[in-house]
């Protein structure tokens, strides 16, 4: 009987490396970050019998160097699970790997530590010390550290001391230092390599101000009952007030011509009056479609101007796309193959029985594919030529992935920095194949997480092993949706709320309106009266400072500013609490990581109820604010300006009447 | 600005697939499964928009032939979870894909019995459902469903009747079935295929029954003092008995020549004392290594002849492995390099500091890894060349994994009947993974989880995704280990565990003394007294019907034999009881998938408190059971042969002092 001898290279390797992490469907998909992100990578590292392990992930730029490591360390005790985090410096697609390896030195520390103290093989044990720390003294590029080795062998090989003493040479503190830094690896097996598409830093963090180009100066004239639109010369106008409270990317609902036929009136009226606007969203017109500017709002010179306005102000412009058409729109015409004819020969409209929506047709993408690919991916490039850094896509989910996926891949690749912010409001399963298939940013559930427990969990979840695909993007509001907790809790609830998304997550968004508190439902649903969709609304800012929201978003995008921390997903943790209004969370950077080479940490504690004072004990999870244990901390309220000496626990009293939430920087002084 | 086009084929597909599972690591570690095995094959497949979407999950066999598909089900609605069982039927690396695909029948069905009712599109609805049912007609392999499809075309073109009756022509229970059986399956979206291998059943399901041979037969002079061992002949005799109870494979304790420097006595004395045999687990002396016989044992004749007395009863002989030699193995002359040696020149003795075993040199994989590895090859094709078709592998977590690996690929290849069972009682990623290489079945914590909590996390755990790598044996003791729970309650104790051992895996195992309730520990430790490694331990069989333990595990495996349901493993459902020491599983196996072409269900339920009878309500979850709602089901207690009619939630009771547990089979009248 012969015997065959297996695999000359087995899969598992010398010392197993397993369930590394982030890594989606194996690489199918790539995990995310971005240029300066303190990435966290995670694998399950262990082997056989007691000997100690040890774990390296190293990160690999996109010509293939590698550029970072990091020793891992355990997270889970018992489960063998070790976490490193490493930090992509440019764009592209990097990779990451992790390697395990035999560590000798921590096998001899552990055995002759407990060896000698019980006097057995002594001398055996000193001499081995000796002998591993000569051979890694003379490994490769072990110079810097050879002096502190050569003075470990010495001890330990020194007869006139006790073997007490002779140890502590082998293991001092210098000695380990020296071989934390440069450890002795024996059996080093490497994971495979997986993909990392890196990103420039706004696809991560940014602040977002949404509004409607045609409400900001628009005009109402008494006399005659009639609207005169505002334009993009007007909106730019406001542009710097937008600034002042410190965001980053304006984002214009869509411009394009809109559709007469069955346009829509005021609240979602099934025939528009005289004068009705209509919905931006009913895409298309004679005066043309996507590619097009609606005649009201002014010309592609009007746009370039609105551009360099709010470049010249810091902000990026991000543009609604919005793949739907009016029955006015050119393609309707040019590509009825574009859409989906009916046994009875009309076009499709959009439905959801019984419900039946006759001022859109939607696309049909399965008739002409490439087509249609090649058409939005012209429409894009108009944009993008005309300088749209960012886009924000309305209901992704309705059209097919592969299309998405195709798009995401060109326009990345032809412009790694543009954006796309997924606007897919739907199940689990959606939003997230959306975000791994390509989209930058996504807008979350967060709008509808209010209570403790519920924020507490989603805050752990798009904190967690979910950041490396999706990011999320958290608003208090949108046009759209106007959650029932803001539509009870007047200006202290949108402070809360504002508080919550600016820190919650590295990117936020304001819609705009949402200074002057505009928290009326039309009746029943989860919407604003007089949806801005169907009607202009300019707004009388000069109320805004007596309510006071927009001095706290500038005062909270400032804090963003100044803290790298809040500008991080991945590194979020939350605190315990004794009351159940009471949440803290808390981001933490540390100095080697961080731009400006100091440990960052920032901690948020929010009273949810805007009706009681509550007070109670925070637990301070100290290693994860990267401070000492035992010592006090000056805590720095950035909000209030306040400062305190405190320790764990720390007791807090939030009274809604004077503020929604400490936002604490701690240091050790 | 030139635009690249993207990837002409995406990776997300037309219908997303994504997270199939079973896939490790995206088929770097195959899936398990065994013949006739009903295997869950999941996936996430959900679409764009509102249309229907259908799933198949398609099983291919190792020559690339597609032989069972199966429609799969939502089993998370909201998060498109869904599943599908499939069976293989024949040994080999088998492939399984899952095809996601757009379900033009279902959106019509849905679409068209919202607007028909409400009066909406009625005439083009019906004849939309005309043209599909046409179309679904003409398809190839649809010849069966024809006069069906037709029927129901006519019904829906038919203006003489009402859109009502119309659309239920189309909406029948007959297009339905035909549909369902032949489904209309759009852009069809293939995941990649993933590997399955296929064992033999004995490698999921049997029952196993451990002795020392040198026990069974062993004699003691009082008037010498002295032990005679007892033989592979003598052990021989044994084997009725033990078939006599159902079992399927006899395990044997290790079988080689024992060594006698630094021999451990009694009770893992430090010295042996004249007669002490010695720990069979300190392999190899004068008279060979593990390729040899302990001469007390007998010869290779005696071994072959116990093989075919097993066999002749209907079981297979398992062998312990134990990789590990006493100083006077054969190795440690002709191969010190297997060893490591010291800087003093001595070799090394297996070690846990403080702790010292001069009995054991362990093995170093590291010196010569090709050399041990065709060494320890060799030696295990001896004993299945002798008839050896199991190994019980001890201690495989303190050998290096990728010798497991080539090791296990190696025999697989050569003879895919071998099963390996690894005995690694130790941290999960260690146990996992040793089972993602290739060891067939695994020992678990079952024997230290005693509480409901704990039983009913740990049966989910090792029957659910885990399954599918890791299939687990369930001992309620071992040679070396005695729980607390078995040292505090009797025979009632005995019984309880055994019962849940027998029927909560599919593998179970028995150290022989069980039947006498062997329950008195070395003080302080979870071990017996008297551990039958260092002694002989002859025992008295004809107490063993008086105490009735016996009986019971005749009754078990009667019972696992008659019942498919019990010889599966990812078939285990847990049902709510309202007393906390009542535990109730059921395994289920449908009529399509057993080989009885019946349902066969059985309901366990566990009395864990060997006190006090305990009563309560179980609520029996009908749809895991197979059994219709509302309707009475007729409850067969196969233990005690009592019969009576049940419903949804049961009352049970339960007295230790009359029976352990119910087991329930499940029937509608």
Redo the contacts between chains.
Sequence with gaps: ???????VS?????I?V??VSPVA?????PAKAVVGEAVPVRA?V?????DAVGATVVLTDPSGVDRASARMVDIAP????LEGRVVPTSTGTWTFRVEGWSDPYGTWA??AS??V??G?DVE?ML??GA?LLEKAARRKGSKGIAGVLAEAVAGLRDHEHNPGSRLAAGLSPAVRAALDAHPIRD?VTASPSYPLVVDRPLALAGSWYEFFPRSAGATYDYETGTWTSGTLRTAALDLPRIAGMGFDVVYLTPVHPIGTTYRKGRNNALNAEQGDPGSPYAIGSKDGGHDAIEPSLGTFDDFDAFVADARALGMEVALDVALQCSPDHPWVATHPEWFTT???GTIAYA????K?YQDIY?LNF?NDPEGI??EI??VL?VWI?HGVTLFRVDNP??????FW???????R??HPDVIFLSEAFT????MQ?LA??GFHQSYTYFTWRNTKAELTEYLAEVSGEQGSWMRPSFWPTTHDILPPYLQATGVRGFAVRAVLAALGAPTWGIYSGYELVEDVPRPGVEEQIDNEKYEFKPRVWGIADGIGINVLLGRLNEIRRHHPALRQLRNLHLHPTSDDALVAFSRHLSAEHSPTGRDDTILVIVNLDTYNAREGWVELDLDALGLEHGRPVVAHDVLSDDAYEWSSPAFVRLDPAVRAAHVIRLVSP
Tied chains: 1, 2.
């Design positions: 009987m012969t015997t065959s001898l297996g695999p087995p899969t598992i390797g010398r197993p397993v369930d469907e194996a690489g199918r998909f399950t262990f082997r056989e019998g007691h018992g489960l063998d699970r552990h055995d407990i060896k103290e019980a057995i055996l001499t081995e002998l059996a009916r046994a009875d439905e959801n029985p019984p039946k939607p399965d690919y090649r991916r012209r490039q030529d989910h309705t059209k097919p992935l592969d996926e195709r798009i995401l891949a060109s326009v690749a032809d199940r689990p399963a959606m194949t791994k298939i």
